[in-house]
């Protein structure tokens, strides 16, 4: 299967604990999104990447959030000081970055903080 | 502020009927218009994208595009039960930020 593929697929962490997330693109796409969605809501943009350069971060995107993309492939997402606001379905999306791109979505991690 | 709304449903439509789904959207620089398809726990999957005005046609699904009125639509012909789901309108503005704005979606229920 050479879809996105995101790691963990769930993670349960205490209030204040550090969690990563781990997103693996489609192969030789140029372009890595991550998104958060909690219940009853669509998919809300977070920060985006071509190859390497983080181009894009929305304001939802706080100073405890951080994202990489160190060699262009895989991507981290990273939440330090975790909240339970926290809480939500972190969704990774991948695109060649074309003239009408479209974006193709992993499974997601669910993060639930306590 | 950037916004996309839906109607959030539920939206009961009998098997074999036609399900029209709308979605109606703030920022009039908006290019590229996508609806997909969300399962329960699950993450979302592209149904339908359109640029232009008019009708694109795919299989069961047609999108329509209206950017005077600012206006999407999704139809889904011979609905099935496992078309229930929730789906999503999005939309891509064309002023260099290229992440996707989405609306709520619309929770669609077919009944067999």
């Known amino acids: 299967d050479t879809g996105v593929s995101q790691n963990p697929r769930h993670k349960i962490t205490k209030r204040g604990q550090n969690v990563t997330f781990r997103c693996d693109p489609i192969?030789?796409?140029?372009?890595l999104y991550w998104y958060r969605q909690t219940l009853g809501q669509g998919p809300e943009f977070l920060t985006y990447?071509?190859?390497?350069?983080?181009?894009?971060k929305s304001r939802l995107l706080s100073d405890r959030f951080s994202a990489e993309r160190p060699k262009g492939s895989f991507s981290t997402l990273e939440i330090q000081r975790t909240e339970q606001g926290d809480s939500a379905m972190y969704l990774c999306?991948?695109?060649?970055?074309?003239?009408?791109?479209?974006?193709?979505f992993g499974p997601g991690t669910r993060l639930l903080v306590l | 502020q950037k916004e996309v709304e839906q109607n959030s449903g539920p939206l009961s439509v009998p098997e074999g009927a036609i399900a029209s789904l709308n979605c109606t959207y703030s920022d009039r620089g908006s290019q590229s218009f996508f609806w997909y398809r969300q399962y329960s726990g699950k993450s979302p999957e592209l149904i339908m994208f359109i640029y232009s005005n008019g009708d694109k046609e795919d299989g069961r699904f047609t999108a329509q595009l209206n950017k005077a009125s600012q206006y999407v639509s999704l139809l889904i012909r011979d609905s099935q039960p496992s078309d229930s789901a929730t789906y999503l309108c999005a939309v891509r503005s064309g002023g260099g930020a290229d992440g996707l704005t989405f609306g709520k979606g619309t929770h669609l229920i077919i009944q067999p």
């Open positions: 999306a991948s695109s060649d970055g074309g003239g009408f791109e479209t974006q193709y």
């Open positions: 990447f071509q190859n390497e350069a983080q181009l894009e």
């Open positions: 192969s030789e796409h140029n372009r």
